[in-house]
């Protein structure tokens, strides 16, 4: 049994066994860890099928007019803790989506890219980019939005 307790300690994370001498306590511990893994596992399962449903649908995203017969291609631009996100999706055209253009146009608007990540699926691109403010007196949220907006329906 002791092995055994040995072994399940190696497997948990050091915040979830900190101090815990007894083997109830590790017990206890490993099923707190299993529920709290469990929970994220079912947000991240939630998340999936958010990005699942905006990418196959034509529903409507706040801010963005989308008639049924059009392509869904967006961009919000929201305050994160670490400054500025930005979340794109667009349909792939012939003539590419220039994400050169994308940083281009937030260098114009007084921010400096932090990360960016990009995704293709199902011939849509969606980008995910974390910005700080460089130019607070020179920077507005919703005209950055629109921007980008443009950007997605019309390149």
Sequence with gaps: MASLYSSLRLLLPLEFIKGKRSASD??????NY????TEKIQGLQV?????????????????IEISNNCSL??????VSEAGVEILMSSWLREE????????ELLLE???????????KTNQR????????VCDPTRFNLSELQQKLNAMCNYG
Aim: aromatic share 6%.
């Design 26 to 31: 590790l017990i206890n511990e490993a099923a």
């Design 109 to 119: 608007e007084g921010l400096s890219v932090i990360r960016c990540a990009s995704n």
């Design 125 to 132: 691109l969606f980008l995910t980019i974390q910005s700080e």
């Design 34 to 37: 299993i529920k709290h893994m």
């Design 96 to 103: 590419g989506f220039l994400l050169s253009k994308v940083l």
């Design 47 to 63: 998340e999936r099928d958010q990005l699942k449903n905006l990418s196959n649908s034509t529903a409507f995203i706040p801010g």
């Design 73 to 78: 291609n967006y961009a919000t631009v929201r």
